[in-house]
Nanobody, 123 residues
Framework: VQLVESGGGLVQPGGSLRLSCTASGFSNSYYTIAWFRQAPGKEREGIACIDVSDSNTEYADSVNGRFIIPNDNARNTVYHEMNDLKPDETGLYYC?????????????????WGRGTQITVSS
């Protein structure tokens, strides 16, 4: 299983970015992609997930209303639209996959993850 994230970069406070996560190496039609982030010196934080089979989503309270995983994702690629980004949201953003419904944002319940894409929110 391989996951590849892209779309990170430098953005000003209040700005937006769109990340993508492309998954390969498995044939299951039922899986969940989750997004996590890790700031320097902090633990990995789960922020959102989507069950690809039924488009059910879950969001952490800290991003609800600002971050969106659209349900019109391309085959094997999941997007993550992040709006009104804040400086303390700077960090490495990862996508992870498991073969369960989208019920948890606990990284321990995910089986595979990518190498991440860096987001820096700064003026």
């Amino acid at each position: 299983v391989q996951l590849v994230e892209s779309g990170g970069g430098l953005v000003q406070p209040g700005g937006s970015l769109r990340l993508s996560c492309t998954a390969s190496g498995f044939s299951n039609s039922y899986y969940t992609i989750a997004w996590f982030r890790q700031a320097p010196g902090k633990e990995r934080e789960g922020i959102a997930c989507i069950d690809v089979s039924d488009s059910n989503t879950e969001y952490a309270d800290s991003v609800n209303g600002r971050f969106i995983i659209p349900n019109d994702n391309a085959r094997n690629t999941v997007y993550h639209e992040m709006n009104d980004l804040k400086p303390d949201e700077t960090g490495l953003y990862y996508c992870e996959v498991n073969f369960l419904p989208c019920l948890s944002l606990n990284s321990e319940e995910y089986d595979y993850w990518g190498r991440g894409t860096q987001i820096t929110v700064s003026s």
